[in-house]
């Protein structure tokens, strides 16, 4: 978050949740959607929440704006049980994955419809969906239907329709996915300071992980119906807790091998692909010979000719592609035994003659603190 | 586009002849001058005319408008429930039970379903006249409208009933707001059907009517057995026209939705 540097009400045991799902679980048939799901979330949280498909997060959402009851566990607003509020008494407001605009509306029309049930007067209600619209930049379409417009401009009708009653806690099911970059990134921009400015808490989901990076105070990486992580941006993708969490957020390195021991920084472990131990900073309270991963981002992957010194852990490989980036250029190295390892290096010279080409030997190194030792 | 064979051909056009030679030949003699039914004697429309004359025929027509037109609209209602329920409630108890038992007057021969309720109003002790005809009708043709508006839901977005309860909106001002109009062309043509099927019921209404409730298809039959003349032919004439009338706009309704979806998800994929 730009601005909200000390914003961790999470930290604070004095603080309130706003939310509070307690042990939640969810059942289709015999089918188990989400399972045992316990989760806090605090005002004025920006909370985005990611995982593959299929893993539970709009049943998630659907349970928050009340259309689908919990089959076990149950949800707090405020302190309140809500598991029993139908879905149009509650002060939640959802954007739809599917948009699910009113066809036979227009959009004028779809965006003032929560307003228009608020019984508020039609005057402000022509003036706040005007504000909305200027907002969504879709003035010129406020009397097109949605059928005549393209799918970014439906998916902003909707998330225009779902601001406009400025609820408490508003659900983004993959508000920006249909739009372009730049778009996307403008709307992000106003999301953030519509939050900051009308104190909505917001819970999104996402597939995009660098958006769920930029906009969110803490995410949340769902797998099979639970949470594995729940964690700011920058823990989530410094000290991931497991190997799913490391590789579904980024890029990653990850070299199996077993644990031998605390060494001269704080671990050891032996693997296949060095000829000495790799070393790291992490301590471990595992005993010897249990397997654990050694996971490396590419970014901290330092790459040479030249053998560097200063730090134990390095490797020896054979370049194998390089892709241009702009900004920067990605090496994939093959090691002696066919294993991939990507480095990412920044391009920092202007120069189109690449000291390190295909085919090189080079070294791959990194120091004992820039590798997460994980045990799952 | 293919070019047609003379077999094809041939066989077209014998068996659209066979289908619509005599309702042609029908409508011709109705403007037809002379009085003997087979013999030509020129264009008139005297018979339609003389119709006007008739209170038996006007009594009879009215009968059976007020009939269609009243089963047509509760058919539609109850039917659009019916249809609401098969496509929504999902698998609830006895779900296959009731969606056999609501399409079993497509198939139930006419005969039977008049006896049968026949055999009800005379239990019941109902006396028999346009209400118990209106009753029967709104019976057999309640299932036609379930079918094309189930059809419809079949392609429903279920999310926006949602999306509008999420905003503040009430379930029953949602059903009038947002799935009522969404739907209307289906429940529409399920009405045209409905009237349609109703003008042109002998069977059951003749089952279910009692004296003085004569509707224009019984009165015809019952004039026929005295003798074709060319005033049953105009009537018969204006009864096709409302039918067929009902079916096409029922038709049309149904192609203009079913085009414009098309046309939608076009531009919906395209969009993406
Ligand atoms: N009404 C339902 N009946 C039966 N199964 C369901 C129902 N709704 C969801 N599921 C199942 O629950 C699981 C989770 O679905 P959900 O829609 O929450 O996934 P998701 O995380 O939102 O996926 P995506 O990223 O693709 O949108 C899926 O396996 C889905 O098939
Ligand atoms: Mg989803």
Redesign the pocket.
């Known amino acids: 978050m730009h601005e909200n540097k000390e914003f961790y009400p999470w930290l604070d045991a004095k603080q309130k949740p706003y939310i509070q799902i307690e042990r939640v679980t969810k059942k289709?048939?015999d089918?188990v959607?989400?399972d045992n799901l316990s989760l806090d979330i605090y005002r004025n949280e920006f909370f985005a929440l990611l995982?593959?498909?299929?893993?539970?997060?709009?049943?998630?959402?659907?349970m928050l704006a009340g259309f689908?009851k919990p089959t076990e566990g149950r949800i707090l607003l405020d302190g309140e049980d809500v598991s029993s509020v139908p879905p149009h008494q509650r002060l939640v407001n959802m954007m739809f994955?599917s948009y699910a605009l009113f066809p036979h509306m227009t959009v004028e029309k779809n965006i003032g419809f929560g307003l228009k049930q608020d019984k508020v007067p039609a005057a402000q209600i022509k003036k706040r969906v005007d504000d909305m619209l200027e907002l969504v930049q879709l003035g010129q379409f406020a009397r097109r239907k949605p059928h005549q417009l393209s799918g970014g401009q439906r998916q902003r009708v909707a998330l225009a329709r779902s601001l406009i009653k400025q609820p408490k806690l508003l659900l983004l099911?993959?508000p920006l996915g249909a739009l372009d970059k730049k778009l996307r990134e403008q709307t992000q921009f106003e999301l953030m300071n519509l939050q900051e400015e009308l104190g909505i808490t917001f819970m999104i989901?996402t597939?995009d992980q660098e958006e769920a990076m930029t906009v969110s105070s803490r995410i949340g990486l769902?797998i099979n119906?639970d949470l594995e992580q729940v964690a700011t941006p920058s823990e989530l993708y410094e000290t991931p807790k497991s190997r799913f969490v490391a590789e579904f957020i980024g890029d990653v390195n990850l070299l199996e091998g077993r644990y031998d021991g605390s060494g001269e920084f704080g671990l050891t472990m032996v693997c296949k692909e060095s000829d000495s131990a790799i070393q790291s900073t992490q301590r471990l309270d595992v005993a010897h010979g249990t397997t654990i991963w050694a996971a490396i981002r590419p970014e901290k992957l330092e790459i040479s000719k030249q053998r560097p010194e200063g730090t134990p852990n390095v490797l020896k490989g054979k370049v194998w592609d390089i892709g241009y980036g702009g900004s920067f250029s990605t090496y994939h190295v093959h090691l002696p035994n066919g294993k991939a390892m990507t480095a990412v290096r920044a391009n920092r010279e202007r120069s189109l003659e690449k000291s390190i080409t295909w085919e090189d030997d080079v070294y791959l190194s990194w120091a004992p603190k820039s590798a997460v030792i994980l045990t799952d | 586009m293919k070019q047609f064979s003379r077999f094809n051909l041939i066989s077209l056009l014998l068996g659209f002849s066979f289908l619509y030679l005599p309702i042609i030949i029908l409508i011709i003699f109705s403007f037809n001058e002379s009085k003997l039914v087979t013999v030509w004697g020129g264009w008139s429309t005297k018979w339609y005319a003389e119709l006007l004359q008739n209170q038996g025929i006007k009594d009879a027509a009215w009968v059976t408008l007020k009939v269609a037109f009243i089963s047509a609209s509760v058919a539609a209602v109850l039917g659009t429930i019916a249809g609401m329920t098969l496509s929504r409630f999902g698998r609830f108890r006895g779900r296959t039970l009731f969606s056999g038992m609501i399409y079993a007057p497509m198939v139930m021969p006419d005969v039977i379903i008049g006896l049968s309720l026949l055999l009800m109003f005379v239990a019941l002790a109902v006396d028999r006249g346009i209400a118990t005809i209106t009753i029967a009708h709104i019976t057999f043709s309640l299932c036609y409208v379930a079918v094309v508006v189930q059809s419809r839901l079949s392609s429903f977005d279920d999310s926006i009933e949602e999306a509008a309860l999420d905003l503040g909106c009430t379930p029953a001002k949602t059903f009038l707001f947002i799935t009522l109009p969404v739907i209307f062309p289906a429940v529409i043509s399920g009405w045209l059907l409905a009237f349609t099927l109703s003008l042109d019921d002998l069977v059951i209404a003749s089952f279910t009517s009692g004296p003085g409730s004569t509707t224009l298809p019984m009165k015809i039959y019952s004039q026929v057995r005295l003798g074709v003349t060319p005033e049953i032919n105009a009537v018969s004439t204006i009864l096709v026209g409302l039918v067929a009338c009902g079916v096409l706009l029922a038709s049309y309704i149904n192609r203009r939705q079913a085009k414009q979806r098309q046309a939608d998800e076009q531009m919906a994929a395209q969009a993406d």
């Open positions: 289709f048939g089918f959607a989400i995982g593959p498909s299929g893993c539970g997060k709009t049943t998630l959402l659907r689908e994955q099911d993959e989901v597939h769902m119906g």
